[in-house]
């Protein structure tokens, strides 16, 4: 159970351009979704909780306008990252925030912008 | 002071070792412990948790929490090549988690 499926896996945009990233909860319904971002040799840092149907909360120095986050189901929730820059690139990681599916996390998604 | 401190490492073993990964904590409000195993490019992938203080043991693998001195420990016993990864302990009260730097870890053939 708690299987969640996030993509893409990898991805490479231009600088300016928007990207988004999809976590998806395939055996559950989750109603709040972590997501994280990891710098390499870091931690996980968390960025957001987004919370269907509701607006997402965002920690201290996350610009909410850069990053985008939607939780329209109880299965879905997305990520943008808009007008992307190369300070972005990172890998991003998603993780369900209810009882004890609040351990399991995304694949990862690795985001290049050049 | 961070509120979870790891070694980040890298820990560099021979098969066969026997491997203790620690962290010491802070907030004494957390109640719920996990290891995390962490591949290059990948998501984090649960190990083991726990929920109060004490053993608990999974094949090769043990967690070991003491809250009253706000230290976790994960002895991997026998190690292998394929035990080669990042390591990181997490804990949590609620929804609010907090993760460890991660201790990278390699065990040589």
């Known amino acids: 159970g708690a299987v969640v499926s996030q993509h893409p896996s990898w991805v490479i945009c231009k600088s300016g351009t928007s990207v988004k990233i999809e976590c998806r909860s395939l055996?559950?319904?989750?109603?709040?979704m972590f997501w994280y971002r990891q710098f390499p040799k870091q931690s996980l840092m968390l960025m957001a909780t987004?919370?269907?149907?509701?607006?997402?909360?965002?920690e201290q120095g996350v610009e909410k306008d850069k990053f985008l986050i939607n939780h329209a189901s109880l299965t879905l929730s997305t990520l943008t990252v808009t007008s992307a820059h190369p300070e972005d690139s990172s890998f991003y990681i998603c993780?369900?925030?209810?009882?004890?599916?609040?351990?399991?996390f995304g694949s990862g998604t690795r985001l290049t912008v050049v | 002071q961070k509120e979870v401190e790891q070694d980040p490492g890298p820990l560099s073993v021979p098969e066969g070792a026997i491997v203790s990964l620690n962290c010491t904590y802070s907030?004494?409000?957390?109640?719920?412990f996990m290891w995390y195993r962490q591949y290059s490019r990948k998501g984090p992938e649960l190990l083991m948790y726990?929920?109060?203080?004490g053993n608990k043991e999974d094949g090769r693998f043990t967690a070991q929490v003491d809250k009253s001195s706000k230290y976790i420990s994960l002895f991997i016993r026998d190690s292998q090549p394929s035990d080669s990864a990042t390591y990181l302990c997490?804990?949590?009260?609620?929804?609010?988690?907090?993760f460890g730097a991660g201790t990278r870890l390699t065990v040589k053939p």
């Open positions: 993780s369900p925030g209810q009882g004890s599916y609040g351990y399991t």
């Open positions: 907030n004494s409000a957390f109640q719920y």
């Open positions: 987004s919370n269907e149907g509701s607006k997402a909360t965002y």
């Open positions: 726990t929920y109060s203080s």
């Open positions: 997490a804990m949590r009260n609620n929804n609010d988690m907090r």
């Open positions: 055996d559950f319904q989750a109603t709040t």
